[in-house]
């Protein structure tokens, strides 16, 4: 299994950004996807999900700004971001996880938000 996510890059507040998440390698209809971000020095903080039941989770610093979809397959994932804030500053990483071991992580990308 490889999972790889891109459209991190640098942006100023307000601005948007569209982080996609490719997975390759099984069947992951029956997977809960999910984007984690991460900051030095503090704990991964889980942004948005997609259960196997199709429900849709977002945290409470993202809710109403960040945009979780899918295709049919749930090979690629997309997570749209707009009006960015500079706390969302950090490393996005997509995770497919179906068990305990059949939990896969992507390298992560970096998002910078500042002006």
């Known amino acids: 299994v490889h999972i790889a996510e891109s459209g991190g890059g640098s942006v100023q507040p307000g601005e948007s950004l569209r982080l996609s998440c490719v997975a390759s390698?099984?069947?992951?209809?029956?997977?809960?996807i999910s984007w984690y971000r991460q900051v030095p020095d503090k704990e991964r903080e889980l942004v948005a999900s997609?259960?196997?039941?199709?429900?849709?989770y977002y945290s409470q610093a993202v809710r109403g700004r960040f945009t979780f979809s899918a295709d049919d397959g749930k090979n690629t994932n997309y997570l749209q971001m707009t009006n960015l804030k500079p706390e969302d500053t950090a490393v996005y990483s997509c995770?497919?996880?179906?068990?305990?071991?059949?939990?896969?992580w992507g390298q992560g990308t970096q998002v910078t938000v500042s002006s």
């Open positions: 390698g099984s069947n992951f209809g029956g997977y809960t």
């Open positions: 995770n497919y996880w179906l068990s305990a071991i059949k939990d896969y």
């Open positions: 997609l259960s196997n039941r199709g429900t849709l």
